[in-house]
């Protein structure tokens, strides 16, 4: 038995990773794909879910970080930049001060989660708060990496999307061939165009019989892409995904009309009760974002589009434990309590409902 290695170890190969690249991991990829029956029951299809929750920083980020930042080094890279939502910012925080060099992150004030915030501060990133939305922090950027040594590690950077494609080899190498159906949160749809690049991929290399249908979801507040039109101030509580200029855009709408898929959005009420029955009944804890793709699979299903007996597969995107407070909000919006008892088992088991045992 041995240790996963991380996505440029264990694809090596198919990333084009020679001896000259100083690899930068801390183990990322290698997910679970967990069987969902609780959505299997409602929708007729074999529903998994790829949970990205699990990589080193909480979130498929570390995928495209691992080989943005490795390829950083390799090109003598001291400092790294990005603008995030939270999850980047965490991603390249890590990935940087595991290789010994300086990240610079650029966040919207006060719109990202704490466990994210936490993280990159944690991981001593540079972090700043810019007045502005992601966009703004986009924009600053890219024009900072264009002017300043500093190396861009956003999904605009090649080396992120190549990385993040790796998420689809596996979820081919454990069904042993694509899923019928791919279903995903959109924001800047790095990760869309990554996984259509990595199913492309397994079918030239023979490895599947066909292209998954793509399905991406946007939250109705930030949903550019649905709308045909830049968002100029996007809102929704998926805080990782509020974004209303998506850099990978084009690159989308080409993967969308190659893999006959679609954009949808989805409501914040619907994207909490799938937040809910995530938890609840799958027993996966997840971020608001993430699970937008299984509200986008009871939407699609009630709409006759995704069919029972379809696979299908919903990649969940960051770890719950981020942004927790959710948990605790009832579906009115109320806030849950947890009961309080003296310490005596009679107490307890009055409460839990049980009987003695006679
Ligand atoms: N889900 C989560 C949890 C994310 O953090 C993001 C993007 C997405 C989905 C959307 O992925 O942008 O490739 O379409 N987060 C970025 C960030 C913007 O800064 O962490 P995408």
């Known amino acids: 038995s041995r240790q996963w290695r991380g996505v440029l170890h264990e694809y090596a190969d198919r990333l084009g990773i020679t001896e000259a690249t100083p690899v930068v991991t801390l183990g990322e990829g290698g997910t679970p794909l967990i069987p969902a029956p609780a959505l299997s029951a409602r929708t007729g299809a074999k529903v998994y879910i790829k949970y990205e929750g699990m990589n080193p920083t909480g979130s498929f980020k570390d995928r495209g970080m691992t080989m943005a930042i490795s390829k950083a080094v390799e090109h003598g890279a001291k400092a790294v930049i990005c603008a995030s939502t939270g999850n980047t910012s965490a991603s390249a925080a890590a990935y940087a001060t595991h290789a010994g060099i300086t990240a610079a992150v650029l966040v919207p004030e006060g719109k990202i989660a704490l466990g994210k915030l936490s993280q990159a501060i944690a991981h001593n990133a540079q972090l700043i708060q810019v007045q502005g939305n992601f966009d703004d922090c986009l924009d600053l950027a890219r024009d900072l990496a264009a002017n300043y040594p500093v190396h861009l590690v956003n999904s605009v950077n090649p080396d992120r999307i190549a990385g993040q494609k790796t998420a689809a080899y596996e979820v081919v190498e454990v069904l042993q061939d694509a899923p019928d159906f791919h279903l995903l949160p959109v924001g800047n749809a790095g990760n869309y165009t990554a996984y259509s690049r990595g199913y492309t991929e397994e079918l030239e290399r023979g490895v599947t019989t066909k292209l998954p249908r793509m399905f991406g979801f946007q939250a109705a507040g930030s949903a550019p892409i649905v709308l045909g039109e830049i968002v100029r101030h996007p809102d929704t509580i998926a805080s ?28 914040d009420e619907h994207i909490l009760a799938a937040h809910r ?42 770890h719950g434990l981020k942004d927790p407070q959710w948990a605790l909000r009832t579906e009115d919006g109320g806030e849950v309590t947890p009961t309080i008892v003296p310490a005596d088992a009679a107490e307890v088991a009055g409460v839990l409902g049980l009987q003695k045992a006679a």
């Open 240 to 267: 990782a995904i509020r974004i209303g200029n998506p850099a990978s855009w084009e690159l989308a709408i080409a993967a969308r009309e190659a893999t006959d898929g679609y954009f949808g959005a989805i409501s």
């Open 277 to 318: 029955l995530l938890s609840a009944e799958v027993g996966v804890f997840v971020e608001p974002a993430s699970a937008i793709g299984v509200a986008g699979l009871l939407e699609r299903s009630d709409a006759g589009v995704i069919s029972a007996g379809s696979t299908v597969v919903i990649t969940v995107t960051g």
